[in-house]
């Protein structure tokens, strides 16, 4: 067993006062995974004791050897669509575009990423697939985003998903230069809500035999779903976090969830940095209810800097996840739907989660952040640490397990 040396904590201040370049390390390219491992759960899993820095080496089959009986895992069971799309402007084939669905605002109308945006005024109309799916440019949006309301053949096709799982193709990140052979692979085996642009990539190395071992452990094992966007790619470019906005994330938790959750606080482990913010904002949603037990779903949307608000954590987190069990109650709901627009940053202190299973993450990123805060700024030793010893970093790269 190896033993990581403890950083000093870089800013021990709200996260508005961190500087990007913080949380920047050269990653070679070559440890960039551009494939999954033949069998996904051989993945090498670095296992970190954050109690004394210790790391052990082991692979990812043996993950349910430090998780015990009494714990709870919570995963994110949202799927992947093949949410990019290539087409053309009607009635000019010439004119390319380059399409990705981020996120459904009714029910044909999509927010969506278009290349290049010259051809995507409002008004303007593109055809994909031979004409089986048009669009319409119904409004630009402050960051540039378009809304596009499709039109398609609804008896033929029941949803625009059946014509995405046809004419689309999965939304790689940009550093996955090598074309996917298997479109599961970029799944989890467990993914079976729609709604992603992106994999919740902590799971992937889950196969049906680790779920089998868990549940034969006895260890408890609840889904959440939060769909994953384009965001996630998206670096952080200011010179502090302050400058940084992140995007809003969809998310749904059913009730009988929320009460395991509470009833086992202490021994809540997140399988990704998706299911940790979604169990985080789970507190403070908890928190808005208890100032205004009349709010609407938009009113529960999490924003940003809420957490950094010392007024914002005083609730205890089991009575914070009652107040929404109350909510639920009162409009007669099985599942909490709402938002959430969270960042962790150093300086946040976890309500829910007690440890994490994650890859390791780009430079400069959110996701980093998110880890520096859980291991108490530490994340530089562990960084180097997996550099030194050639783990495999990002989508497609090695798991870590940080409890």
């Not at 089959?61 to 709870?72: F, H, L, M, R, S």
């Not at 087409?87 to 927010?111: F, I, K, M, P, S």
Request: hydrophobic share 35%.
């Amino acid at each position: 067993m190896d033993t990581v040396k403890p950083d000093v904590i870089l800013n021990e201040r709200i996260g508005t006062d961190l500087k990007t370049s913080d949380f920047a390390y050269d990653l070679p390219p070559e440890l960039i995974a551009q494939h999954p491992t033949d069998r996904r759960d051989a993945s090498r899993l670095m296992v970190i004791h954050r109690a004394d820095g210790s790391v052990e080496h082991r692979h990812f089959y043996d993950i349910t050897d430090y998780i015990a009986p009494e714990d709870v895992l919570v995963i994110n069971d949202s799927k992947v669509i093949p949410a990019r799309l290539y087409g053309h402007a009607e009635g000019r084939e010439e004119a390319r575009l380059e399409l990705l669905l981020l996120r459904q605002h009714e029910l044909d109308t999509w927010e969506c990423l278009v290349k290049p945006g010259k051809r995507a005024r409002i008004g303007a109309r593109c055809v994909f697939g031979n004409g089986i799916l048009t669009g319409e440019v119904t409004d630009i949006l402050e960051e540039g985003n378009r809304l596009i309301r499709f039109s398609f053949d609804h008896e033929k096709y029941e949803n625009i998903y059946n014509i995405l799982h046809e004419i689309g193709l999965m939304p790689l990140p940009p550093y996955i230069t090598e074309q996917l052979q298997d479109n599961d692979r970029y799944q989890t085996v467990y993914a079976r809500t729609e709604g992603s642009a992106a994999a919740p990539t902590a799971g992937l190395h889950f196969t049906s035999e680790v779920l089998a071992d868990i549940d034969a452990r006895g260890i408890g094992r609840e889904e959440v779903t939060l769909h994953v966007g384009a965001g996630t790619f998206k670096p952080v470019k200011s010179d502090t976090i302050e400058g940084h906005e992140m995007h809003t994330e969809f998310i749904s938790v059913r009730r009988s969830s929320i009460e395991r959750i509470k009833s086992n606080l202490g021994n809540i482990i997140a399988v990704g940095t998706t299911s940790v913010r979604t169990l985080e904002s789970l507190y403070y949603m908890g928190v808005i209810l208890d100032n205004n037990p009349e709010a609407t779903s938009e009113d529960l949307v999490v924003k940003q800097w809420m957490p950094y608000d010392m007024n914002n954590n005083r609730l205890t987190a089991e009575r914070s996840l009652q107040n929404i069990l109350d909510y639920l109650d009162k409009h007669d709901a099985d599942t909490l739907v709402t938002a959430t627009q969270i960042i962790i940053a150093p300086g946040y202190e976890f309500k829910i989660v007690k440890g994490i299973v994650t890859n390791f993450h780009q430079p400069k990123s959110t996701l980093l952040l998110l880890i520096s805060a859980f291991v108490k700024g530490n994340w530089k030793s562990i960084y180097e640490y997996a550099l030194e010893h050639d783990f495999r970093f990002l989508s497609y790269g090695d798991s870590s397990l940080l409890i």
